[in-house]
């Protein structure tokens, strides 16, 4: 025998059974949300291969291989409704650095505590110690992120965007 609960207490208790909201702050939920209604092309409430396949050619990738798509959404316990997606989202996100450990990080090289390092110097660094640089990924980082006029990149903004996707105004 099925037990009949109120919509208010049913939706209580979904929310109260995850705890993925308290992951984010509201503006980077609504963030979440914003993407998941443009994914969701069907505007059904589930993200599904075929919402994958229309996102994909709205942004000019036309060919997606069945399996791709598959693969993706198998990621994901059971279909995929906004709460499944934010939970994803949080999980992949847990291992990122926070914005001051990646500012903690910069700081070894500055000293003075400027907010910049020569460009050339964070090149060498970055191609001579640990897990090395190639060239490439130089190159893909000081075009995102280019040294201003005297040669100096300002990692603060370089770490803001790292950990919030935008530039600061």
């Keep these: 025998m099925l037990e009949w609960q109120s919509p208010k207490k049913a939706k209580k208790k979904i929310e109260g059974g995850s705890n993925v909201f308290s992951m984010f702050e509201q503006t980077q939920i609504q963030e979440f949300k914003e993407a998941f209604t443009i994914m969701d092309q069907n505007r059904d409430g589930f993200i599904d291969k075929a919402d994958l396949r229309d996102t994909f050619a709205a942004l000019g990738r036309l060919n997606v291989k069945n399996e791709e798509l598959e693969d993706m959404v198998k990621e994901a ?3 995929i409704n906004f ?3 934010l939970t994803m989202f949080g999980e992949k ?3 990122t650095d926070p ?3 990646i500012l903690n990080a910069f700081k070894i090289f500055d000293p003075e505590g400027k907010g910049r390092i020569k460009a050339d110097y964070i090149k060498e660094m970055l191609m001579t110690q640990a897990d090395r640089f190639s060239q490439e990924e130089i190159n893909q980082m000081f075009a995102a992120f280019p040294p201003d006029v ?3 990149l300002d990692y603060k903004n370089l770490c803001y965007v790292i950990t919030h996707g935008e530039e600061k105004d």
Excluded: I, R, Y
């Design 150 to 152: 005297s040669g100096n």
């Design 99 to 101: 914005e001051e450990t």
């Design 83 to 85: 709460t499944v997606f």
């Design 93 to 95: 996100l847990k291992g």
């Design 77 to 79: 316990p059971g279909p």
